[in-house]
Nanobody
Framework: QVRLVESGGGLVQPGDSLRLSCVPSASIRSFNATAWYRQAPGKERELVAVIISGRSTNYAESVKGRFTISRDMNKNMVYLQMNSLRPEDTGVYYC?????????????WGQGTQVTVPS
C-alpha cells in the first residue's frame, strides 16, 4: 500500500502562485505515472497534470501555460507549481500515482489539499 501526502494548499488571491507538494511512501521511480487531479464543489474530479514514465507531461487545457508538474528524484517528491491562479482553480487537489509491480497495477490517491481563489 502506497501513501501519498499532499501539502501547500491555501487561500490566495487571483493572480497569485502556489506550489503543491506530494510525498509518496514509495519511490517515485516505481510509478508509471504521477498526476495531480482536482475536484471543484459540485463537479467531478478532473485531471490537471500528469507525468508519464518520468518523461512526457500532459495538462488540462485550462491550466496550460500556468501550471507545471515536476518531480524531484533526490527528494522523492512531486510538485505542482500553479501560477496566475484564477477563481475557477478553486478545489481540492489530489496527488495520484500509478504503480505496476509484477503482473498487477494499482492506483493510489492522497487525501487532498484545498486551494481557494476567491472571485
Amino acid at each position: 500500500q502506497v501513501r501519498l501526502v499532499e501539502s501547500g494548499g491555501g487561500l490566495v488571491q487571483p493572480g497569485d502562485s502556489l506550489r503543491l507538494s506530494c510525498v509518496p511512501s514509495a519511490s517515485i521511480r516505481s510509478f508509471n505515472a504521477t498526476a495531480w487531479y482536482r475536484q471543484a464543489p459540485g463537479k467531478e474530479r478532473e485531471l490537471v497534470a500528469v507525468i508519464i514514465s518520468g518523461r512526457s507531461t500532459n495538462y488540462a487545457e485550462s491550466v496550460k501555460g500556468r501550471f507545471t508538474i515536476s518531480r524531484d528524484m533526490n527528494k522523492n517528491m512531486v510538485y505542482l507549481q500553479m501560477n496566475s491562479l484564477r477563481p475557477e482553480d478553486t478545489g481540492v487537489y489530489y496527488c495520484a500515482a500509478d504503480q505496476c509491480l509484477g503482473a498487477g497495477c494499482n492506483d493510489y490517491w492522497g487525501q487532498g489539499t484545498q486551494v481557494t481563489v476567491p472571485s
